[in-house]
Structures are given as C-alpha cells and as structure tokens.
C-alpha cells in the first residue's frame, strides 16, 4: 500500500492562486509525462469504507476484476466515482473514508493533486439517509423554478459537507415518449419548461460551489420506441429545436461547469463520437469551457455496442477527438489503450493535452490544485435535517395535481369511511424513483434499515382523516395475480368513499415498472392494476383514483366514472403526506402536467409539441388528443381570470413584447395556480408546432386578493430553425395565448412579427420575464371583490 504521508511535491505556477485557472493548468501539463495526463482523464469507481477505513473498487459485471486502487492512483486520478452512492454508508464514516482516499491519491502523484470527486443528485444527494425529494417531473409539475434552486442548493450544501465537488445533474432530456423508462428523470415534454426548471436547479448546485452536470448531451428521450439505448431517428431541425435548448438554457442561466454525453446515435452518429455535437455546437458555438464527461461506460460501448470502433484505442481516439475529456466511471479505453494510441501516433498527444488543462482547470477552480489543500474531517455530518425534509414536504405538496374533481368528492368528508386499496397504498417504495438511493442502491443490501423515513399514503391518511380507513392490496404493481381482488371489493363495497392508489415500482434494467432500462411496451397500468380500478369502480362506490407513478399511463378507460383523479409523479420520502393532505384538504392542490395524460395505452409516440397534421385530423382514425392535457391542473378553489392586456399590435424582429393578465381570489381560501403562455405560429416557412410554451409564472393569491401576472417576451423567443438550417425570427402573424393548460387558452391575442428574416444564434434571449403585481382588494359584503 502506498504510503499516504505527505512526500516531497513539484511545485510550481500551477499553486499560484493569482493566475487564471487555464493558465494554472497548462503551467503544471507542461511538466507532466503522458501516464501523468492520461491519469487525470479517468475515474474509478469506488466504495467508502462502512468504519471509515479505506476505499475499495467497486465491482460489477462490467468492472475490471484486477483492478486496484493502488495500481490506479499511481500517477494520479481523475475523478473518484461514487464512494457514498455505491453502499449503505454512515455520513461521518463515509467522510472518513473518502478523507483517508484523497490522502492516498495525493501522496502517490508526484504533484500531490486529489481527485474530484462526484456523486448522483438526481433526486437528492444518492446517499444512505439522504432526503428524498421529490425526482424531476414533479419539479416539472410545480412549475416553481424558485423552490427547484432553493431544494438543489440543499443537495449541493450536502454534497459539499462530504468532501463532493460534483453532482451528475439535471437531466434535461425532453419527452418524446412516455413508454421511455427514464421519464421519471425528465422535467417534462416542453423544452422551455425543462431548460427554465433545469436551469433553476443548476444555479443551486453551482452556488454552493459543487459542479453541476448537464446529461444527457442530446437525443436520448427520442430513441426509437422509447426503448433505452436504440437508435434516435430526429432530424437536425427536431434536435435543434427540440433537444438542443434545455442544454443551451441551463449553461447560461445557470452557470452549469459539465456535460455529460448520452448514449444515443443520433441518425448513426453515437453521440460519444460526435464532434459536431460535442466541440462544434458546445463549444465553438455556446461557448461552453467547462469539462465533458462520458456517461458511463459510453467510451467501451463505442467498441462494444455501436461498433464504430475496433479496439479501445480507437474508442479513445473517436471519444477523446469528440470532445470527451474524462471517461467514466473507470479507468478503461483512456488507460493504456489511450497512451498506445498516443505512441502509435492514432492520437495527437496534443488532444490529450487539450482534455487535461480542462480537467486541471476545473480542479483549480475547486481549489484542488491550491498547496494548502486538505480533504474534509467528518465532523456531525448529516444529509438528511429539518430543513432538508421541509423543502421536500412543500415541493411534494406543490406537485400534485389534481386531474378532475367533477363530482366534488374530493376533499374528503371529514368522518366518511373510506376503503384505501391498490398495491402503492401502503408501500413506502412506491414514493421514489430509481435513482433515490434506497431503491438504486438499498434494495441490494436488505439487511440494512433504508436509512430514512418514508411515509406512506396509508400511514399519512389515517393521520390526517377522521373517520375510518380500512385497506387491501388487491395486487401486486407488476406480478400478475388477482387473490387480493375480492378483499378489495369487499372493502370498496363498505366504504363511502374507495381510493385506489395505483402506478410504478421504479427499478433498474427489468427489475422495476419505471427506471432506467425499465422501459413499456404500452401506457396501460402495469401488471393487473388496470383491472383492479375496474373491479373497485364497478361496485357502485365513489372512487378516486391516485397515481403514483414515473410516467404518465392512459387513464380514458376511467374518465367519466372516477369520482375523481389525482396524478403524482414519485414525490419523495415526504409524498405520503401531501397526498393526504390534498385528499383531505388541508393542501388544496396546485401542481400542473409537465407531460400529458393519454387517452388511449398505445396512442404513443406523442406529445403536445405537435404540428397541425400530428394532432387529431381527418386523414387519420387515430385520435392522438390527450385525457388531460401538457398544463392542466385543477384545484378546490379557482382563481377568476380576467382581462388581458398587451403593449403592441405590431411586434418588431428584435424586439420586445409586453401581456398581462389580471386574476383574482374570489372563493374563501388560498388558491395557487401556474398562468401560461403560449405561442401560435399563425403560418411559418417550415411545419411548427400548434402551440409551444414560452412563459410561465405561479401565483398564490389570497381571499379577496387580485393581481396582474406580466409576462415581456422577445421576439427571440419565437425563432425556430428555417428551411435553410438557420435558426431565424420569421416577421408574419403570430398569436400569444393566456393560458391554463396548452388546450384551455383564455385569451388570445393577435400580433404581426414586422422587419426582415433575422437570424439569430446562441446569444439569444431564452426566457420570457415574467412577474406578479398583487394587490389586495376589498371584499363588498355580497362577496364580490370591488
């Protein structure tokens, strides 16, 4: 074992805190050997030690058995991989541990330089007795940028505390498909949604200080059949208009520090090989100067899946003039095959070069190249505080959203008896998607209490009801097996009000109904819940229906004979508590669809984001219109939309645009809604969607309150890529809609784009401004606000 004292370093310019970081870096590059670089474009993939001791390799079917930390430190490392996120790990001996590793890692380079290190933030630090919040469609569902950043810069705080200077997130993929098992980690279908909430929650990472990382780097939600890793069939106006954005929004309005690459080929182009995507567009043209990561294993699939490389040195060689900088999450192709293909002369050791002085850029401003830096002490970590779990109880509760209410059973009688069924009833499980770390990482170590507590519906409702709550599984979410049936029925048949809670169990590759590789043939509810519904409705007892799930499933079978409908999206280890106080009404519900409701289980792939000719039309007997539209959301008490104003008739090329809307309070509680703007493209060179959101703003108002909600767009805004590939405002007539949901417009207001074609690029404007100017008004004794 190498022995972790200090030795005698190298010094040099590279310490000195004064100079640029570039400069810092290309300083020490220039006095390094090729192991040395090479060293500094790897990871491994490590497991803190549950005493605090040392870190040891992780290994997986994909691990190289022979590896050892010791033989891969011994001129340096790149990034440690996961040392919390791999096994259940006490905070104060997982800080212990990854303490003693940088120690280590520093004394075996000659340079006394740490590793960065990185974990997953999907949905909190993926951590043992690390909150759980809520995972990202339902940050899409809040449609509260603003509580997004303040719940990121509590993961990235924590991060941080553990001696973490790199989170693997936002995923910013947009929906193109709702069988795609990693729906659960997008924002939503709309690609201004994703890149206003992914950026949201880039800004809270980054201001604690820990690297943000951008995945996945573009295309992947658009794989063919939603099936994970398949070929991406988009054209360069889709990926541009569609795919590209989100990325461009969250580097600029968020500060994001990394990239990380997808998996997918996009039109036969694995994006791992791509140097157009990769260098061309994000760098040369965003201006992006951070470092690109792969995803993981995505270097070796360039040889072993895609076969666009013959060996692992070509996969270096493709990735590494791609764009790639460090390949993850071990060493492998940017080992020995890398430093081959340098001495063969397959690749100019100048690329090497160009990948270190980003990586050694990056860790200059961490302060990892500082002379006096020193890995964290534990000392009274915690990951999972009161304030921690507050945040996710109110993005929880802003989150779930209420589909239908039309018989008015909801919120529930005070002393009615209701009958709790369905199999995410009573399942704690059935509140986190695949990346919270007790379902990622928990479910291989049962033995292991989860290490948090998670409530579920059941446990939150009997708390939180007054009369009785009697409960029955019925089924299983995906085994089939119809025993539990008849003690459902019976319960449903003896209540006043019967609640079927129904959706996903997140997992892995097959062993979940939602999750990464966990991807569906159809939008039918997994295993036999469909029938179960079925089986509860026909016993004649007001039913609501509650989803819980990491995808949107068709529900048009129910419309009509639900009672009512509540949709949520893995809410978090606090989920069972808002969903039970909006059953009860003790939180009258806000959220709205960051994705559509399908009518019909095979209507897919389809979403709003749709051209005249792909919504329901004539020349097709598919009916492709959604239950519940991307938008929608009710509540227990609405808001009363007034008039709408705007500043001009005329709208110029580069110019700017003022509309409002007043809205009111006239019912006796606080309601919040989510005010939406949208834009029609009245007629353009090229087919655009019907409608495409370009503006959002939340608003609370209280009784007898009233505001105007004021939205000023830029003409930018409207620019879609023409027949030429050249992103262009086009001067024509186009309308701007205020609306609830992207079917239910209150007004709309017509206005002519006047001036040239102007083409713009990636210094547009990206985001509408958009603000809430209350006033509280007086309440006349008839009840009507003067």
């Given at each position: 074992m190498?022995d972790?004292s200090p030795?005698t370093?190298v010094?040099?310019?590279?310490?000195?805190?004064?100079?640029?970081?570039?400069e810092r870096a290309?300083?020490?590059v220039a006095?390094?050997?090729l192991?040395?670089k090479t060293?500094q474009?790897?990871g491994?993939?490590v497991?803190a030690?549950?005493?605090g001791?040392?870190v040891?390799?992780f290994?997986?079917e994909?691990?190289?058995a022979?590896?050892?930390?010791d033989g891969?430190i011994e001129?340096?490392?790149?990034?440690l991989?996961?040392p919390?996120g791999?096994?259940p790990?006490?905070?104060d001996?997982?800080?212990?541990s990854l303490?003693?590793a940088?120690r280590?890692?520093?004394?075996?380079?000659?340079?006394?330089?740490?590793?960065?290190v990185?974990?997953?933030?999907?949905a909190g630090f993926?951590?043992?007795?690390?909150?759980?919040y809520?995972?990202p469609?339902?940050?899409g569902?809040?449609?509260?940028?603003?509580l997004v950043?303040?719940?990121?810069?509590?993961?990235?705080?924590?991060?941080?505390?553990?001696?973490v200077?790199?989170g693997?997130a936002?995923?910013?993929?947009v929906v193109?498909?709702y069988?795609?098992?990693?729906v659960?980690?997008?924002i939503?279908e709309d690609?201004?949604?994703v890149?206003?909430v992914?950026a949201?929650y880039v800004?809270?990472i980054?201001s604690?200080?820990v690297v943000?990382t951008?995945k996945?780097?573009?295309?992947?939600?658009g794989?063919?059949?939603a099936r994970?890793?398949?070929?991406?069939?988009?054209?360069p106006?889709e990926m541009a208009?569609v795919?590209?954005?989100p990325?461009l929004?969250a580097?600029?309005?968020g500060g994001a520090?990394?990239?990380?690459n997808s998996?997918a080929?996009v039109?036969g182009v694995?994006a791992a090989?791509?140097?157009t995507?990769?260098?061309?567009?994000?760098r040369?043209?965003?201006?992006f100067?951070?470092v690109v990561?792969a995803?993981y294993?995505a270097v070796?699939?360039?040889r072993?899946?895609?076969r666009?490389?013959e060996?692992?040195?070509?996969?270096a060689?493709l990735?590494?003039a791609?764009?790639?900088?460090?390949?993850?999450?071990?060493?492998h192709?940017?080992?020995?095959?890398?430093r081959d293909?340098?001495?063969?002369?397959?690749?100019?050791e100048?690329?090497v070069?160009?990948?270190?002085?980003?990586v050694?850029?990056q860790?200059a401003?961490l302060g990892?190249?500082d002379?006096?830096?020193?890995?964290d002490?534990?000392?009274d970590?915690?990951?999972d505080?009161?304030e921690?779990?507050?945040?996710a109880l109110?993005?929880?509760?802003?989150?779930v959203?209420?589909?239908?209410?039309?018989s008015?059973?909801l919120p529930?009688a005070?002393?009615?008896?209701?009958a709790?069924v369905?199999p995410l009833?009573?399942d704690?499980?059935?509140?986190?998607?695949?990346?919270?770390?007790?379902l990622?990482?928990?479910?291989?170590?049962?033995?292991?209490?989860v290490?948090i507590?998670?409530a579920?519906?059941?446990?939150?409702?009997e708390?939180?009801?007054g009369?009785?709550?009697?409960?029955?599984?019925?089924c299983d979410v995906?085994r089939?097996g119809r025993d539990g049936f008849d003690?459902?029925v019976?319960a449903?048949?003896?209540?006043?009000v019967?609640i079927v809670?129904?959706g996903?169990?997140?997992?892995?590759?097959?062993?979940?109904t939602?999750g990464?590789g966990?991807?569906?043939?159809?939008?039918?509810?997994?295993g036999?819940?469909?029938d179960l519904?079925?089986?509860v409705?026909a016993?004649?007892?007001p039913?609501?229906?509650?989803?819980l799930s990491?995808r949107?499933y068709a529900?048009?079978?129910?419309?009509?004979r639900?009672?009512a409908?509540?949709?949520?999206f893995?809410?978090?280890?606090?989920g069972?508590q808002?969903?039970?106080?909006?059953l009860?009404?003790a939180?009258?519900?806000?959220?709205?669809?960051?994705?559509g409701?399908p009518?019909?289980?095979?209507?897919q792939?389809s979403t709003y984001?749709?051209?005249?000719?792909?919504?329901?039309?004539?020349?097709?007997?598919i009916?492709p219109?959604?239950?519940?539209?991307?938008g929608?959301?009710?509540s227990?008490g609405s808001?009363t939309?007034?008039?709408?104003s705007?500043?001009?008739?005329?709208?110029?090329?580069?110019g700017?645009?003022?509309i409002?809307?007043e809205?009111?309070?006239?019912?006796?509680?606080v309601v919040?809604?989510?005010?939406q703007?949208y834009?029609h493209?009245?007629?353009?060179q090229?087919t655009?969607?019907?409608a495409?959101?370009i503006g959002?703003?939340?608003?609370?108002l209280e009784?007898?309150?009233r505001?105007?909600v004021?939205f000023?767009a830029?003409?930018?805004?409207t620019?879609?890529?023409g027949?030429?590939?050249e992103r262009?405002?086009e001067?024509?007539?186009?309308?701007?809609?205020?609306?609830?949901?992207?079917a239910d417009?209150h007004r709309?207001?017509?206005?002519?784009?006047?001036g040239?074609?102007?083409?713009?690029?990636s210094?547009?404007?990206?985001?509408?401004e958009?603000?809430v100017?209350s006033?509280?008004?007086a309440?006349a004794a008839?009840?009507r606000?003067g």
């Amino acid at each position: 074992m190498i022995d972790p004292s200090p030795m005698t370093r190298v010094t040099g310019a590279w310490h000195d805190q004064t100079l640029p970081a570039a400069e810092r870096a290309s300083a020490l590059v220039a006095e390094m050997t090729l192991e040395e670089k090479t060293s500094q474009l790897v990871g491994l993939w490590v497991v803190a030690d549950a005493s605090g001791g040392d870190v040891a390799p992780f290994q997986n079917e994909m691990s190289d058995a022979g590896v050892t930390f010791d033989g891969v430190i011994e001129d340096g490392l790149g990034q440690l991989v996961r040392p919390f996120g791999s096994d259940p790990i006490a905070p104060d001996k997982g800080v212990e541990s990854l303490a003693r590793a940088q120690r280590r890692i520093m004394a075996a380079n000659r340079f006394g330089i740490p590793a960065q290190v990185h974990e997953e933030c999907l949905a909190g630090f993926a951590a043992w007795q690390a909150t759980a919040y809520p995972v990202p469609l339902s940050w899409g569902a809040s449609f509260d940028p603003g509580l997004v950043e303040e719940m990121a810069a509590q993961i990235g705080a924590s991060l941080r505390s553990a001696g973490v200077h790199q989170g693997l997130a936002p995923v910013l993929d947009v929906v193109r498909d709702y069988r795609w098992g990693r729906v659960e980690e997008t924002i939503g279908e709309d690609p201004y949604l994703v890149g206003a909430v992914g950026a949201a929650y880039v800004r809270g990472i980054e201001s604690t200080g820990v690297v943000a990382t951008l995945k996945h780097f573009a295309g992947y939600s658009g794989s063919r059949a939603a099936r994970n890793h398949a070929p991406v069939s988009a054209g360069p106006r889709e990926m541009a208009d569609v795919f590209h954005p989100p990325f461009l929004t969250a580097l600029r309005e968020g500060g994001a520090r990394s990239v990380m690459n997808s998996y997918a080929e996009v039109d036969g182009v694995p994006a791992a090989a791509d140097r157009t995507v990769l260098t061309e567009l994000l760098r040369d043209d965003w201006g992006f100067d951070g470092v690109v990561v792969a995803d993981y294993f995505a270097v070796a699939f360039l040889r072993t899946l895609h076969r666009v490389a013959e060996s692992d040195g070509e996969a270096a060689a493709l990735a590494l003039a791609a764009g790639i900088d460090v390949e993850l999450p071990s060493v492998h192709a940017y080992g020995e095959p890398l430093r081959d293909a340098v001495r063969t002369g397959l690749v100019d050791e100048a690329l090497v070069d160009r990948a270190v002085i980003r990586v050694l850029a990056q860790k200059a401003q961490l302060g990892l190249l500082d002379e006096d830096w020193a890995p964290d002490a534990a000392d009274d970590v915690s990951f999972d505080t009161a304030e921690q779990r507050d945040t996710a109880l109110r993005l929880a509760r802003e989150s779930v959203v209420l589909l239908a209410n039309d018989s008015g059973i909801l919120p529930l009688a005070p002393a009615s008896r209701v009958a709790l069924v369905g199999p995410l009833a009573d399942d704690p499980f059935g509140m986190l998607g695949c990346y919270s770390f007790p379902l990622h990482v928990g479910v291989r170590h049962l033995d292991k209490p989860v290490g948090i507590d998670i409530a579920t519906v059941r446990a939150a409702l009997e708390r939180a009801h007054g009369g009785r709550v009697a409960h029955a599984v019925g089924c299983d979410v995906m085994r089939p097996g119809r025993d539990g049936f008849d003690e459902a029925v019976a319960a449903a048949r003896d209540a006043d009000v019967a609640i079927v809670t129904v959706g996903d169990r997140a997992g892995l590759f097959g062993k979940g109904t939602s999750g990464e590789g966990c991807d569906a043939a159809d939008l039918r509810l997994p295993g036999e819940q469909h029938d179960l519904v079925e089986a509860v409705l026909a016993t004649g007892t007001p039913t609501v229906i509650v989803v819980l799930s990491g995808r949107p499933y068709a529900l048009g079978a129910f419309a009509g004979r639900a009672a009512a409908i509540v949709q949520t999206f893995f809410p978090g280890q606090l989920g069972g508590q808002a969903i039970a106080e909006v059953l009860t009404g003790a939180t009258n519900p806000s959220g709205h669809l960051p994705v559509g409701i399908p009518r019909e289980a095979g209507s897919q792939p389809s979403t709003y984001l749709a051209p005249p000719l792909g919504r329901a039309d004539a020349p097709s007997n598919i009916d492709p219109t959604p239950l519940f539209p991307f938008g929608h959301g009710e509540s227990y008490g609405s808001l009363t939309w007034g008039d709408v104003s705007c500043d001009a008739v005329e709208w110029a090329v580069d110019g700017e645009v003022t509309i409002a809307v007043e809205v009111s309070n006239e019912s006796e509680r606080v309601v919040s809604d989510v005010v939406q703007l949208y834009l029609h493209d009245v007629v353009a060179q090229v087919t655009r969607p019907v409608a495409r959101l370009i503006g959002f703003q939340r608003v609370t108002l209280e009784p007898g309150e009233r505001a105007a909600v004021r939205f000023t767009a830029h003409a930018d805004l409207t620019s879609f890529t023409g027949l030429r590939g050249e992103r262009i405002v086009e001067p024509g007539a186009v309308e701007l809609q205020i609306a609830r949901s992207s079917a239910d417009v209150h007004r709309s207001v017509a206005l002519r784009l006047a001036g040239p074609v102007r083409r713009v690029d990636s210094t547009r404007a990206l985001l509408s401004e958009a603000a809430v100017e209350s006033t509280v008004a007086a309440v006349a004794a008839d009840g009507r606000i003067g």
